[in-house]
């Protein structure tokens, strides 16, 4: 064997030790969707449809002249603005622009943040039962240890990085502050490093989302805490890829002092957009209102049609079981034309649910609610 074929065969192969990549599953139900008279109604993916704000545009235009290479860490006056809608919106107090870090869309940062941390073999990542894959796929890149616990008391293993997400993408749960509290005291006694995932804490429909960065769950004191956020949702910006990165400030100077190396940098045009966004509440408050007349039309129409909906007190999904296999449940909905994803997605917790987004247009919601009642 060559020296090259010996190095190859000895090297971790990183892509072969991923899982494989959960929506390729559903290719034979959307086929099946696809084939409706009035097509396919896609629900599966938490990807927004309605326009991005002219607010947003502007600034990205404004900005499109941009030959120079953008700050890593965020222009100060981006980082000002996030600082402030965390302040204003969510209540973190003493948080300063410098412990604030904008990032290529909250996904990469997910995927990499063990690795950004510099967690190993030796480490163990936990995330809930129910949760988005990335945060196992994180661990993996990073060749750390998993595990799906929703109750941290009963690990045996100090981990080095706990996951929260609330509200909880799939099943829409929102912690109480109590809950969250506590897992949040439990981490940070025992020297764990919390990332809490709060992308979808714009949209509170049973109860009303916390950060991990208020005074009522941290005391004041962002150590050992970071909140990300995403724009994707609230302001229509996934194309662009924005989010950030807030909290501990040592911890934020670290992953920014690796990010700098790497070249992680968020394009200065969307930068712009991101902090004209984050100053302006009045865009997310229209589509709030647009995600719950959508939700108050979806629902009922799913339970008339046989499905519980559990949790789904927040985020921009129903959580939805009829009692059987969840794939069972996709092929049900495929036959009239709606594609959903199932919950084995999330995990083997979730194995008879279905997500279902709220991700149409109104006309498609419209049509969805229809074919239900059939």
Known sequence: ???????????RRLAASLPDFPWDSLAEAKAVAATHPDGIIDLSVGTPVDPTPQLGQRALADAADSPGYPQTAGTPRLREAIAGYLGRRWGATGLVPDATLPVIGTKELVAWLPTLLGLGPDDLVVFPTMAYPTYEVGARIAGCQAAAVDDLTTLTQV???VWLNSPGNPTGQILSADELKRRVDWARERGAIVASDECYGEFGWDAEPVSVLHPS???????G???LHSLSKRSNLAGYRAG?????????????????????IVPRPVQEAMRVLLDDQSHVVEQYER???????????LEQAGFTIDHSEGS????ATRGESGRDSVAWLAERGILAAPGDFYGAAAAQHVRVALTGTDERIAAAVARLAV
Not at 244 to 264: Q, T
Not at 316 to 319: R, T
């Open 1 to 11: 064997m060559s020296q090259a074929g010996s190095r190859a065969r000895g090297r």
């Open 159 to 161: 981990p080095g990085l």
């Open 217 to 223: 769950i941290c005391d004041g004191d962002h150590t």
């Open 225 to 227: 805490l970071l909140a």
């Open 244 to 264: 950030f990165v807030a909290g501990d400030a040592a911890l934020v100077a670290e992953l920014l002092a690796v990010r700098k190396h790497a070249g992680m």
């Open 291 to 301: 995600y719950r007349r959508r939700r108050a039309l979806l629902r009922p129409a």
């Open 316 to 319: 921009l999904y129903l959580w």
